[in-house]
């Protein structure tokens, strides 16, 4: 009877290997993939974070008192991700940023909002007195232009982005295009670099490749001139970030880091990517805004220049806080529907993603 009980007990452990194997299997599987992306992003960091001798702000000092906050992992986190043209800059020469943009998450509510930054606002740059907000890459690089913009915002920004037009160019190419509504024909001549960046669009549905897509966010000439082009910028880019959450993005995530790391700038580590895009994959795009907004807007003359000013520095802190406080993608009930606080919630619930 014992033998029978010991060849049950034996038989039972050898029906239980196979399971055992596949679950370790897996675990193998599981620990590769990781360490795989891991190793990308590591590298992909690794070119990011360049020596002062290969950066194109290396000319600049890191002063104590622009040094940005560090990011806990538990609070909002803010990254500028700002546009320049490199075209024609001389050695230790930078550019002004083209195009601001700050992408805001909060990782209890998994909300991101994206505002936009009108590039002549004039504002106090720390050290250089007033001058439009653009300038203050090229005053005193990345760490001047996140506090110079954080202080109109109100917000403490802890990470930066830059890139050149090539850069904007090969991550639209490495996702394979975005399918855009161009809203109408858009036309401008560019006799700089051989007219290498003329913008022609057709108005319409569309595929939009790198160059293209380019053109798109880069049209200013027309009657609202940058207010409708940041609000161009603020569309595709959350289209952007729509298509980097996609399966097929991720898998070939490698190849659209290598394609876009040559014409990048951060001071995003490892660790940072790696909790960033976490937070990012379980958080949805609740809003986006222009700063200052319209009814903020005042107009200053400065040295016989026309410049835009915030007419109530407070009153955009207000607003900034009134942004992200709402949702966009929660629809209020419509008026004697009868829907309840409890219906509200139940419907934010299942939000887009």
């Not at 990308?40 to 002063?63: A, H, M, R, V």
Request: charged fraction near 25%; proline fraction near 3%; aromatic fraction near 8%.
């Amino acid at each position: 009877m014992a033998r029978s009980r010991q060849r049950t007990k034996d038989g039972a452990k050898k029906r239980k290997r196979p399971w055992l194997w596949a679950l370790l299997g897996l675990a193998v599987v599981i620990a590769c993939i990781a360490g795989y992306y891991m190793y990308n992003i590591y590298n992909f960091t690794e070119g990011l974070s360049k020596p002062k001798e290969d950066s194109l702000f290396g000319q600049f000092e890191d002063k104590e008192s622009e040094k940005p906050p560090e990011w806990e992992g538990s609070e909002r986190v803010n990254i500028l991700l700002m546009g320049g043209d490199n075209r024609g800059l001389e050695k230790n020469e930078s550019a002004r940023s083209d195009s601001m943009l700050v992408a805001s998450i909060d990782p209890v509510t998994k909300k991101i909002h994206l505002f936009s930054v009108l590039r002549d606002t004039f504002v106090p740059i720390e050290g250089h007195g007033e001058g439009r907000i653009n300038t203050a890459l090229a005053l005193g690089g990345p760490n001047l232009a996140m506090k110079t913009i954080g202080n109109m915002l109100g917000l403490d920004i802890q990470y930066y982005v830059y890139t050149d037009f090539e850069g904007f160019k090969s991550l639209v190419d490495a996702i394979g295009g975005i399918e855009f509504d161009v809203e109408k024909n858009m036309n401008y001549v560019d006799n700089a670099d051989g007219n290498r960046y003329d913008i022609h669009l057709k108005k319409g549905r569309q595929m939009l490749d790198g160059e293209k897509a380019l053109m798109y966010v880069r049209f200013r000439h027309d009657a609202m001139s940058d207010f409708t082009r940041t609000e161009r910028q603020r569309n595709f880019l959350a289209a952007v970030a729509a298509e980097l959450k996609s399966t097929w993005s991720l898998i070939n995530m490698k190849s659209i880091l290598d394609s876009i790391q040559p014409y990048m700038e951060s001071n995003l580590q490892s660790l940072d990517i790696l909790k960033l895009a976490q937070l990012g994959m379980g958080s949805h795009m609740a809003g986006s805004a222009q700063v200052p907004p319209m009814e903020l807007i005042g107009d200053r003359n400065v040295g016989g220049a026309s410049v835009l000013a915030v007419r109530d520095d407070a009153k955009l802190l207000e607003y900034v806080q009134e942004v992200l406080a709402n949702d966009t993608t929660v629809t209020a009930p419509a008026e004697g529907s009868g829907a309840t606080d409890t219906d509200s919630s139940a419907s934010s619930s299942t939000d887009k993603r």
